[in-house]
Nanobody, 115 residues
Framework: VQLVESGGDLVQPGRSLRLSCAASGFTFSSYAMSWYRQAPGLERELVAR????????NYADSVKGRFTISRDNAKNTVYLQMNSLKPEDTAVYYCHVRWAGKDYWGQGTQVTVSS
């Protein structure tokens, strides 16, 4: 299983970014995918999750209405569209899948929101 994130950047407050996570090594369309983030000194937290078949989504309260998770099963890729970014969104963002009873993470991509 391999998860490779991309799209992190330094942006000003109020701007947008789209993160991507390319997955391989498992049947992507059959598994729920998640985005987590970890800010310095804080625990890793769930940001958004999308189910496998119906693509149902759920979000952390702190990002509801601003972030959108989506997936393209043909491309084995999950996305996180982040709008109206705030300084408190600054963190390393990780892609996650639970496969065969084990948690897998990507290497992370840094998102910094600062003026």
């Amino acid at each position: 299983v391999q998860l490779v994130e991309s799209g992190g950047d330094l942006v000003q407050p109020g701007r947008s970014l789209r993160l991507s996570c390319a997955a391989s090594g498992f049947t992507f369309s059959s598994y729920a995918m998640s985005w987590y983030r970890q800010a310095p000194g804080l625990e890793r937290e769930l940001v958004a999750r999308i189910t496998s078949f119906y693509g149902n989504t759920n979000y952390a309260d702190s990002v509801k209405g601003r972030f959108t998770i989506s997936r393209d099963n043909a491309k084995n890729t999950v996305y996180l569209q982040m709008n109206s970014l705030k300084p408190e969104d600054t963190a390393v963002y990780y892609c996650h899948v639970r496969w065969a009873g084990k948690d897998y993470w990507g290497q992370g991509t840094q998102v910094t929101v600062s003026s």
